[in-house]
Nanobody, 113 residues
């Protein structure tokens, strides 16, 4: 059974930083593709960043390029998303996803102006 548990969300002011974590069990973060999605109120869930375990390639949604960095820790089997220079439009529930099949419960990020 695959379990993904996100943490690290919170409330920050514009320009602040947060690091989200996704602890995985039943899935090796260095295998397959694992990443972050977000869903703001009234909007569809969309991709933020992902990393391929096959070749290490990374993808970032245009609005977060240069502000976010995705990484993983093999020893902890955990995925991270470092988010800097946060903006109010980054406010959303952030979800961890593995291989497009498995989802975590989400962690709330709120950025105030």
């Amino acid at each position: 059974e695959v379990t993904l548990v996100e943490s690290g969300g919170g409330s920050v002011q514009t320009g602040g930083s947060l690091r989200l974590s996704c602890a995985a069990s039943g899935f090796i973060v260095d295998d397959g593709t694992i990443g972050w999605f977000r869903q703001a109120p009234g909007k569809m869930r969309g991709g933020v960043a992902c990393i391929s375990g096959h070749d290490g390639s990374e993808y970032y949604e245009n609005s977060v390029k240069g502000r976010c960095t995705i990484s993983s820790d093999s020893a902890k089997n955990t995925l991270y998303l470092q988010m800097n220079s946060l903006k109010p439009e980054d406010t959303a529930v952030y979800y961890c996803n593995a291989d497009n099949d498995y989802w975590g419960q989400g962690t709330q990020v709120t950025v105030s102006s």
